[in-house]
C-alpha cells in the first residue's frame, strides 16, 4: 500500500550516524580470557527476570533456559512480538518538548504510600480513564500497517526457527508478528500457553536493588510491577506485585520515547494545531494522508521507508518527493495549520501544509531505573568517580556498560539489543549466550577496573553520542568475539558452545542493499513485495557453492 505522491523531506539539526564512523578498537578475546584478576558474582544467579517479550526478550529466554536458570518474562502488551505487534490504536501524541528523560516512556505507576502487603489490587470504574490507562500501559507499537522489514527474510530470522520455503524477503509486519508469536508458542510462553514464566498486561515499574537485612549487602534485585488487565463492562483492575530476582535482562527495545527535536515556534504549533504535529510512530495508514500535504522531518529508518508507502496519495508535491533544507523556525501560528508558515535555513517559507510528520528518532529511556538517569550531565558530561554511574545522560546512548550487554558495576543487570546497526533477530543470541554463560560461571568477564579500562578507551576512540551505541559493520566483529570469548571458556569450563553466522550473509545484504537502494535494474525487478524471487534467483546461479544451502534455513 502506498500513501502520498510526493512528501517534502526536511533536515533539521540532528547529528547523522554514519556507516563511515570511525572504527574504535573492540575488545579482544584475550582482554577477556587471559585476566588472572577476573570478574566474581557477588551472589550466585538462578532467578533472572526478562524485561520485554519482542525478539530480544524471547531469544534471552530460550538461550536463558537452556542453561538451566528460573527465568520469567514481563511483558506490558497483551501478546508478544514487541515492535512487531501491530494494532490500529495509535500512541498519544509526542510531547512538545520532549519530556524529561528519566520518563520519557512513561510515567511510572506505584502502588500508594504505606503498601507493604503484595500484591495490592485497585479497580477502577471511570470507562473513559480506564481506555486511555490501558493505551498509555501497552503503549501501541510503532509501525505501520503497510510496513515490510528493510533486511531480507534470511537475515531476518531467528537462528533454529527459519522462515518457511518461499517467505517474501521483504516481509509484511503482519507476518513477522505471526513469526514471533510461532516462536513464543514453540517456547511455551505464548499468551494462551497459560505459562508461568511470563506475564503479559505486566509493565515493569521499578527496580530497586535488595539488600541482605544482616549486612546491608546487595544481594539481588527487587522488580514492582503492575498488571493492568480489562475486566466486565471495560474496567479495569490493577494488580501491583513485588518480586525479587538475582539477575535482570532489559530486552524493552529502543524504540519507547520518540524524539522530537528543539526548533523554534514548534512548541506554539503544537499546541494551536493538536493532531497536526506527530512523530512517525503516529502514522499507520496511508490512506489517511490521501489528498494532504506532508512535511516529513527527518531521513531516519521511519521517514525513508513511510515515504515509499506515501508516494500515490498526496497532492502538490511531485511523484519524486523533495529532500530540502533544515528548518530554521515555525512562524506564528495562523487561523489554521495550512495557513501558516515553515521557514527553512534557504529562506524558503513553506505554506499550505496539512501536516507535519516528525521521523526524528527515539531517546533511550528507562522508567523502571531511576537511579541510572543523569540528564544533568549531558551528552558528554562525566559523573564523578566513586558516584553511581549512568546507563542513560542525554538520551541518545547508553552508558557505563561492557560489550553493551553488563553494566559494569553490577554485571547481574544485562541488556539486549540495545545498539543501533544491527540485526535485531540474530544479534541478541550472542549477548544472551553472554549473559548465560557468565551467570552460569562458565565464563569469566575482566575485573571491573580492566573492563572499565576497555570502556575508557572506546570513550577515546567513538566518544559519547549516537555512534557510542552504534554497530554496523563492527556486529560482525562482535559476533567473532562473543563466539572466541564463549567458546574458549566452554572448552574450559564445560557448556554449550555457538556457532558464527555463515560468512554468506554479507553477500545476502549486499545485494539486498544493492536492490533496495543502490542498483536500479534490482530495484525494479526484486523490490517489489512477491517479485524477490529474481533476487533468489541471483544467489542460487552464483558461484558460490555456499550461497544455496543458507537460503530459508536456520543457519543464520
Not at 184 to 205: H, K, L
Request: charged letters at 20%.
Amino acid at each position: 500500500m502506498r500513501f502520498c505522491s510526493g512528501c517534502l523531506f526536511l533536515g533539521v539539526s540532528i547529528p547523522a550516524v554514519l556507516c563511515s564512523q570511525s572504527i574504535f578498537t573492540h575488545p579482544r578475546a584475550d582482554d577477556a580470557l587471559s585476566s588472572s584478576d577476573a570478574y566474581e558474582l557477588e551472589w550466585p544467579v538462578k532467578r533472572v527476570a526478562v524485561i520485554g517479550a519482542g525478539v530480544g526478550g524471547l531469544t534471552a529466554y530460550r538461550e536463558l533456559k537452556k542453561d538451566g536458570f528460573d527465568v520469567h518474562i514481563f511483558e506490558r502488551d497483551y501478546l508478544p512480538g514487541g515492535n512487531w505487534l501491530y494494532t490500529d490504536e495509535v500512541p498519544f501524541d509526542a510531547p512538545i518538548p520532549n519530556a524529561p528523560i528519566a520518563n520519557a516512556d512513561f510515567e511510572p505507576s506505584l502502588p500508594p504510600q504505606g503498601v507493604t502487603k503484595f500484591p495490592y489490587i485497585e479497580e477502577h470504574d471511570n470507562r473513559t480513564l480506564c481506555s486511555l490507562q490501558r493505551r498509555a500501559h501497552r503503549a501501541p507499537k510503532p509501525i505501520w500497517n503497510g510496513l515490510v522489514t528493510n533486511t531480507p527474510a534470511p537475515v531476518s530470522q531467528i537462528r533454529g526457527f527459519p522462515w518457511p520455503d518461499g517467505t517474501p524477503w521483504a516481509i509484511p509486519q503482519a507476518q513477522v508478528n505471526r513469526y514471533l508469536r510461532a516462536f513464543a508458542s514453540w517456547n511455551g510462553v505464548n499468551a494462551n500457553d497459560n505459562s508461568p514464566d511470563i506475564s503479559y498486561n505486566t509493565r515493569v515499574e521499578l527496580i530497586e536493588k535488595r539488600h541482605d537485612p544482616t549486612s546491608a549487602k546487595q544481594i539481588g534485585w527487587t522488580l514492582i510491577t503492575k498488571q493492568l488487565e480489562e475486566i466486565e463492562g471495560g474496567l479495569n483492575r490493577a494488580t501491583w506485585d513485588k518480586k525479587d530476582f538475582d539477575a535482570v535482562v532489559i530486552a524493552s527495545g529502543r524504540f519507547n520515547a520518540p524524539n522530537i527535536p528543539t526548533i523554534q515556534g514548534l512548541e506554539i504549533w503544537g499546541q494551536k494545531f493538536p493532531g497536526k504535529i506527530l512523530h512517525s510512530r503516529q502514522y499507520r495508514r496511508p490512506e489517511d494522508y490521501a489528498n494532504k500535504t506532508i512535511v516529513i522531518v527527518g531521513a531516519a529508518p521511519g521517514g525513508s521507508t513511510e515515504r515509499p508507502t506515501t508516494v500515490d496519495w498526496a497532492r502538490l508535491v511531485p511523484l519524486n518527493a523533495s529532500i530540502v533544507a533544515e528548518i530554521k523556525r515555525f512562524h506564528p501560528p495562523g487561523e489554521t495549520v495550512e495557513a501558516s508558515g515553515i521557514e527553512l535555513v534557504d529562506g524558503t517559507i513553506l505554506r499550505g501544509v496539512d501536516s507535519v510528520i516528525f521521523s526524528s528518532g527515539y531517546i533511550y529511556t528507562y522508567p523502571f531505573l531511576p537511579e541510572y538517569h543523569r540528564p544533568d550531565l549531558g551528552r558528554a558530561g562525566e559523573a564523578p568517580k566513586g558516584a553511581l554511574q549512568p546507563i542513560v545522560t542525554d538520551g541518545s546512548h547508553l552508558r557505563s556498560l561492557h560489550l553493551d550487554t553488563f553494566y559494569i558495576d553490577n554485571p547481574t543487570l544485562g541488556f539486549v539489543n540495545c545498539n543501533q546497526g544491527l540485526s535485531p533477530f540474530s544479534y541478541p543470541e550472542f549477548q544472551s549466550f553472554a549473559l548465560s554463560m557468565v551467570w552460569a560461571g562458565k565464563a569469566n568477564l575482566p575485573s571491573k577496573e580492566a573492563m572499565w579500562a576497555l570502556y575508557r578507551r572506546k570513550v577515546e576512540e567513538v566518544g559519547y553520542g549516537k555512534k557510542f551505541t552504534f554497530l554496523g559493520g563492527r556486529a560482525t566483529e562482535m559476533i567473532r568475539f562473543f563466539r572466541g570469548w564463549l567458546n574458549a571458556a566452554a572448552d574450559k569450563n564445560g557448556g554449550r558452545q555457538i556457532d558464527g553466522l555463515l560468512s554468506v550473509s554479507s553477500q545476502v545484504m549486499s545485494l539486498w542493499t544493492r536492490a533496495v537502494y543502490g542498483d536500479p535494474w534490482l530495484v525494479r525487478n526484486v523490490t517489489i513485495p512477491g517479485a524477490t524471487s529474481t533476487l533468489v534467483d541471483l544467489l542460487m546461479n552464483s558461484n558460490d557453492q555456499d550461497l544455496p544451502h543458507v537460503l530459508f534455513n536456520d543457519d543464520w
